[in-house]
């Protein structure tokens, strides 16, 4: 009786802790696709900021090709290539800059005003999720969740090397 009670109860707590380990990986993958999501709206409106910068009349013709080009291929691009589309348009929006600033009238101050206010957010916005991805990768490489396949399907998150970029 007693045997069967101890087992019993080893059996219940492993089953406890096995729910626990399933119930933070789904918590911690939960955090990585709500931080992407989040990182992807801020790179997003980056480009969009980058177009507008683009159209408007302050900038070289070339220049604004240029950055055109490198805004609609980081907004439209695939996640393999996502990488490369957005270190483009970094070194576009780079480009811009003449002596350390961009002259031009109030409207495109203000523009360049919120892109700057833009890139502080996406590098926080990669920060929280490059830490949210290490956190998952960790839980992930744990014995237990091995063996009991407690992942799942899911895939192993990963970071892209534009998250490493100096936006």
Same mark, same amino acid.
């Not at 002259?103 to 957010?121: F, I, M, P, Y």
């Not at 926080?124 to 490059?130: E, L, P």
């Given at each position: ?10 059996? #219940?707590?492993?089953?406890? +802790?096995?729910? /626990?380990?399933?119930? @933070?990986? !789904?918590?911690? %993958? %939960? @955090? ?6 989040? #990182? ?7 480009? *969009? ?6 159209? $408007?009349? /302050? ?11 490198? *805004? +609609? ?20 929006? @780079?480009?811009?800059?003449? !002596?350390?600033?961009? %002259?031009? $009238? ?6 360049? !005003? ?14 929280? %999720? ?9 839980? @992930?490489?744990? /014995? ?5 396949? #407690? *992942?799942?399907?899911?895939? #192993?998150?990963?970071? +892209? ?7």
């Amino acid at each position: 009786m007693k045997t069967t009670l101890a087992i019993t109860l080893i059996l #219940l707590v492993t089953l406890w +802790y096995l729910s /626990f380990l399933a119930t @933070r990986l !789904d918590r911690l %993958h %939960h @955090r990585v696709e709500t931080s992407w999501a989040n #990182l992807d709206g801020l790179l997003q409106r980056r480009s *969009a900021i980058s177009l507008q910068i683009a159209h $408007s009349d /302050f900038i070289d013709p070339a220049s604004s090709l240029l950055l055109t080009s490198a *805004a +609609y291929q980081a907004r439209d691009a695939e996640m393999q290539d996502r990488s490369t589309a957005e270190m483009a348009l970094s070194g576009a929006l @780079r480009l811009l800059l003449i !002596d350390g600033e961009i %002259h031009g $009238s109030v409207r495109e101050q203000l523009l360049l !005003d919120d892109l700057t206010k833009l890139t502080a957010k996406i590098a926080i916005a990669i920060a929280i %999720h490059t830490d949210a991805v290490s956190s998952t990768q960790a839980v @992930r490489k744990k /014995f237990a969740i091995r063996v009991f396949r #407690l *992942a799942g399907r899911a895939p #192993l998150p990963v970071t +892209y090397e534009f998250e490493f970029d100096a936006l």
